[in-house]
């Protein structure tokens, strides 16, 4: 007897509030299996049968694990497959100000779970990127003026997860 997950396949992140599928397959067949479900942790009952599916609300990390016993009591389980809930980052405001023609860039940009923050900061106009780096900080100041024209900022705010949230905003330079 073996098991075979066909999903998840792999350790995986969603963000709180989705639902993800859990599916198992028994070979050569489930006739000779007494019991089989899924265990997700921090769950009261395990969940039966070969497939279910769970709502995760709750941010965190999740074990899961199928397993499928005989009729004589063996137990057989799956690997564990690794779950990470996380919420989206939240980006709120940009502001530009201008220190002796310098131009400094702040933006509020938070995470829910206390997470660190990680910001691409790209500074463009209409025919070139000028900037485009990664920053730890909430703030950039450019240290020279810009030249007339139109620009554009983007701010993206990335997770240890990997969710992104982005500011926009466009201006034209004196």
Known sequence: MSIKILSPLRDTTILAGNSMDFEAEIEPSITNIGNFYWSID???????????????????????????????????????????????PVCDSLSLEIFYGSPIFKWNCYDLDNDKLTYTFLLKNKNKTIINTVLQENSMQLGYALPNDQWEVRITATNSFGFKAELDSAWSAP
């Open 42 to 88: 921090s769950r009261a009952r395990p969940y039966p049968g070969l497939r279910t599916k769970e709502t995760f609300d709750s941010t965190g990390i999740y074990n899961a694990k199928f397993y499928a016993v005989d009729f004589l009591g063996d137990t057989l389980s799956s690997k564990n497959v690794t779950i990470k809930v996380s919420n989206m």
